[in-house]
């Protein structure tokens, strides 16, 4: 059973999460800074749900309320941040302004991105990593997308339950403090 803090604090992690992944990969556009921001997101969101419940005890509570608010927030994060990475390999139709070189000879999709790749000199790299032809390379995509939802979704999860498994252990608010927490929220 999960506290409606808990659910609260979800729908408050998916919006974190849908801003972080615009934010990092399309304003700023350092893709890397998207899984830096992961486990703060989910310490945050841990901390949010059992605080917005008001969840001290039972302990197996603090942590059923940061692990979901931290699933969903993590779920949220890494399909936001692989939708979009897919959507522009798979729009890519090869253009570039003809001060770059012009238009590239490919059809849309991963064969557009990777003879980009290619053209920008990358060829050693994708070989390294066993790419060979655009085929190889959109089987890439596609695996890399999945480890990256893995590690998003771990990532944000394990930051939720560290703030809850430090609540756990800390001694419960007297009833004095509850009172006046509540007093001081309205």
Known sequence: MLDRGAIYAAVVGLGMAVTIAISFELVIAIQALVF??????GLTIGW???????????RWRLLTNAAFAGLV?????????VGLRLLFIYADSGYRPETMGGQLD?????????????????GQDLMDEGITDA????????????EWTIQLTLLALGGALVPAAWRAWRPAPTQAEVEAAIAATG
């Open 48 to 58: 949010y749900a059992n605080h917005k419940a008001m969840r001290w005890r039972p």
């Open 135 to 146: 085929a190889a390379f959109e089987s890439a995509v596609w695996r890399t997308s999945g």
């Open 73 to 81: 927030t993590g779920v949220s994060l890494a399909l936001m941040y």
């Open 36 to 41: 830096i921001a992961a486990p703060f997101a």
């Open 106 to 122: 490919c059809s849309t999709g991963p064969a557009c991105t990777y003879a980009r790749f290619l053209d920008e000199g990358h």
